[in-house]
């Protein structure tokens, strides 16, 4: 066999086997690339996004745009060689399969858990836009999760509104571990609740609950060799507003919308439209306060937001540094700290004056 037609032979079936390895080899990695995004102004399957009754509301146009990022499960088995096309590639990031999913979290767990935050974040993104608006929003403390087998179990329910705590007023969620680790474990501790059915038909005859019951539970030690006390609850806060805000928007979940969402609510209820009819997409957490707070994957939700037509990404203070690494052509990175950082944004963007827009840089 000629010298050459013998090192071609080799050559191929050299790549060849690496290209079997490539495919059978799987690593510990897992990718993210960039997801749907949805105008929150707008509809999504054939439905308004932001549903809103007992309020006036406004003409919007433009876009106010949520974005989201694609993984792939818990369960997925990457192989090397989409492991090397996920790092060659300009619109996937490939990270440590523990980044995704951290403590060995299953699939059913990792949605369950993003079920539940995304639930969250459309509650806290009501409050910070009525809030944002001087518009009237009543919170209480409840008992939002009885852990199974701890003191609490039988004696305080989901739901039920804790007003006081040994004698002590109730007025955020945090005081009521405050309150219950100021004991040793094996001391007794008050609750002074409404027990949760009292509390939904007060609020459905419109009127607040007023009478409580005193329930005694005895401490426990958090954990074996502690000596911090705990009744074995998870406390919550719980709002009332003044009409209905409903969010209609299925199949995502993650907090990371919340900053979206509540500005959404504003352009709504709003006779400024708030963009001037240009496309803002963006993303971060929102707290009741108003706070946006970072998220993961931010340059996936860019790339997305731009391949969507997107001009201005609205983009949490935090994840700017690593926003600003690499933007996509075309897109301006809008940095924000708070609800009202964005509506100040969004009036200049309205406006045209955008020259000093406050601006993300790379560390």
């Known amino acids: 066999m000629p010298r050459r037609t013998a090192t071609m032979l080799a050559s191929t079936l050299m790549l060849i086997a690496l290209l079997c390895a490539g495919v059978l080899i799987k690593v510990p990695y897992s990718e993210m690339s960039p997801g749907p995004t949805v105008n929150t102004l707008g509809d999504h399957d054939g439905e308004p996004v932001l549903q809103i009754s007992g309020h006036k509301t406004y003409p919007t146009t433009g876009n106010l745009n949520m974005t989201t990022v694609r993984v792939t499960s818990a369960d997925y088995n990457m192989n090397l060689a989409e492991a090397v096309y996920g790092w060659l590639a300009h619109d996937s990031i490939v990270v440590p399969h523990e980044t995704l999913y951290p403590d060995g979290k299953t699939e059913q767990q990792s949605s369950q858990e993003n079920a539940e935050e995304f639930s969250q974040s459309q509650e806290s993104a009501k409050v910070a836009a009525l809030r944002e608006l001087d518009l009237p929003v009543k919170s209480q403390v409840i008992v939002s999760t009885v852990f199974k087998g701890d ?96 969010i209609k928007l299925a199949d995502v979940g993650g907090p990371s919308a ?106």
């Open 151 to 246: 003191p609490a179990e039988g004696k305080l329910h989901a739901g039920d509104v804790i007003r006081r705590v040994d004698g002590k007023p109730v007025k955020a969620m945090e005081d009521v571990a405050k309150l219950v680790t100021r004991h040793k474990p094996g001391e007794p501790v008050t609750f002074g609740v409404v027990p949760v059915k009292e509390a939904a038909a007060a609020e459905k005859a419109g009127k607040e609950a007023t009478k409580t019951q005193d329930v005694k539970i005895t401490t426990k030690a958090a954990e074996r060799g502690s000596d911090r006390a705990v009744v074995g609850i998870k406390a919550g806060t719980d709002h009332t507003f003044p009409f209905t805000i409903d």
């Open 258 to 363: 919340g900053l979206m969402f509540a500005l959404g609510i504003v352009d709504k209820l709003t006779p400024d439209d708030l963009t001037g009819g240009n496309f803002v997409a963006g993303t971060g957490t929102i707290e009741d306060d108003g706070k946006v707070g970072p998220i993961g994957g931010i340059e996936m939700k860019t790339v997305g937001a731009r391949n969507k037509g997107a001009e201005y990404f609205l983009t949490p203070k935090d994840n700017c540094a690593a926003a600003a690494k690499d933007v996509p052509d075309g897109l301006k990175l809008v940095k924000v700290n708070t609800i009202a950082d964005a509506v100040k944004s969004l009036k200049k963007i309205r406006e045209d004056d955008t020259a000093d827009l406050p601006k993300c840089t790379a560390a």
